[in-house]
């Protein structure tokens, strides 16, 4: 099954959005497989961008990437990539799509609020470099409904 990278970005926490920004990939009907939270090192934000380490907006990125935690998640689901790229919209947050997350919660080019994959090549790349192997979760999103505890189960008869 394709997967894809999501990064929340500084802007994306501190606006306190991260949930309506995972609440619309879940309802997409994409799955969740891994996530978490850190504070980046500059030397991992410069990595992670080096593709555009020659271009303008490289510096504001790096140093807007660094004012702040980060949420990284991989998600699974048919055309994880493109899906997911088309509920984020396009880069400058002013000229997205209506009603793409960049158009309702993002600023500008810079603070974008999030960051998703652009390829499935590039999804491989993002994943291994955020997580290991060990970290992404190989579950069934139906397995819950078989365990109901026997207090709760006696209760309900
Ligand atoms: P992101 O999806 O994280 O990938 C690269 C980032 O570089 C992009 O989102 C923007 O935050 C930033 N970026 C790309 N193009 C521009 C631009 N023309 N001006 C400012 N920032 C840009």
């Given at each position: 099954m394709e997967k894809t990278c999501l990064v929340i970005k500084p802007d994306g926490i501190g606006k306190k959005v991260a949930g309506k920004i995972i609440d619309r990939l879940e309802t997409d009907g994409l799955k969740l497989i891994a996530m978490k939270m850190f504070r980046p090192a500059r030397p991992l934000v410069e990595n992670f961008y080096s593709i555009h380490?020659?271009?303008?907006?490289?510096v504001p990125l790096v140093e807007f990437i660094l004012t702040g935690?980060?949420?990284?998640?991989?998600?699974?689901?048919?055309?994880?990539?493109r899906r997911v790229r088309k509920i984020i919209g396009s880069t400058h947050s002013k000229s997205a799509e209506p009603g793409t997350l960049r158009k309702l919660y993002g600023t500008?080019?810079?603070?974008?609020?999030?960051?998703?994959?652009?390829?499935?090549e590039n999804a491989v790349r993002e994943i291994e470099f955020f997580f290991s192997m060990?970290?992404?979760?190989?579950?069934?999103?139906?397995?819950?409904?078989?365990?109901?505890p026997s207090e709760l189960y006696r209760k309900q008869k």
């Open positions: 380490k020659d271009r303008d907006f490289f935690p980060l949420i990284v998640s991989v998600w699974e689901g048919e055309n994880a990539v500008d080019g810079t603070r974008n609020l999030v960051h998703a994959a652009d390829s499935v060990s970290e992404l979760i190989n579950y069934d999103e139906h397995d819950w409904e078989l365990a109901v």
